[in-house]
């Protein structure tokens, strides 16, 4: 109705301008060369503030994936230079579960049924992309995430327009962002043992410190336990009779 539409529109409104606005305002804070200026006072105030600090960290995290600001990877990799693992991983990965959530809640208000709409109208590869999905919801999102081919906030925005159901989303997420959640702190903690012999304004390729996290030892063993049983999971729900959707699901539009 009018009284929703307009809520919605304000909430985008507010969505955006929200984010905008922490990005203008502290985005240049997420650089290396800001990083290499205050890594030492960081770290200190880290030490002396054990409890406070992961859960500023925490907090920062799950607003800029939440509201979908810029900057999520940085912030992954500054984890890695803050903490030491399995500390910094823990922390990130709780960061992205409940960013991840507020972001699919966030989206599902603000554009869901309307989108949801107008995109199975007019597109013909968003139906195919909604008919993938519909097949087997977790193992798609899994597989989304797993791979780290498509953005974060895309995966968290196509599972609400879709209208995978919130558990599903959830149950999803939890396993897929254990990998990134290691690999990025870890490409974190290789950013921290460079830091200081980059130069004051020097660029650090992202792609080259996520190549030398898959090499640590710890990661490889992580990466080949949940590829091990995703697969296991995977084989269980080919194997087992697809089912099909109850009354209210359909109705709902929500995926399972």
């Known amino acids: 109705g009018g009284a929703g539409g307009a809520a ?3 909430a985008l409104i507010a969505v955006v301008g929200v984010s905008a606005g922490l990005y203008l305002k502290f985005g240049e804070l ?3 060369a800001n990083l290499k200026r205050n890594h030492t006072a960081i770290l200190e105030l880290v030490d002396a503030h054990p409890v406070l600090a992961p859960l500023c960290y925490i907090g920062t995290l799950v607003t800029v994936i939440g509201l979908t600001c810029p900057g999520a990877t940085m912030l992954s990799f500054i984890g890695g230079v803050l903490f030491k693992q399995p500390y910094a991983s823990a922390y990130a990965y709780v960061g992205y579960i409940v960013g991840a959530t507020i972001s699919y809640f966030v989206t599902s208000f603000i554009l ?3 989108m949801r709409r107008r995109l199975a109208e007019k597109s013909s590869l968003y139906k195919k992309f909604e008919a993938n999905v519909r097949r087997n919801a977790f193992m798609y999102l899994v597989a989304a995430r797993y791979t780290m081919v498509f953005p974060f906030f895309f995966v968290n925005a196509a599972a609400a327009l879709v209208g995978v159901d919130c558990r599903t989303f959830i149950a999803a997420t ?4 254990v990998p990134g959640s290691v690999i990025y702190t870890t490409a974190g903690g290789a950013l921290a ?3 200081h012999s980059l130069g004051n304004d020097a660029e650090v390729d992202k792609t080259q410190l996520l190549w030398m ?3 640590d030892p710890n990661v490889q063993v992580c990466l080949g336990g949940i590829s091990f049983a995703l ?3 995977g084989a ?3 194997l087992r009779p697809a089912e099909e959707p109850q009354e209210g699901a359909k109705a709902n539009g929500k995926v399972d």
């Open 8 to 10: 919605r529109l304000l």
């Open 236 to 238: 269980v729900k080919l």
């Open 231 to 233: 697969c296991i999971l």
């Open 30 to 32: 997420l650089t290396v």
């Open 193 to 195: 043992n460079l830091l």
């Open 213 to 215: 996290a898959m090499k």
């Open 112 to 114: 869901g049924d309307f």
């Open 174 to 177: 939890s396993v897929s962002c």
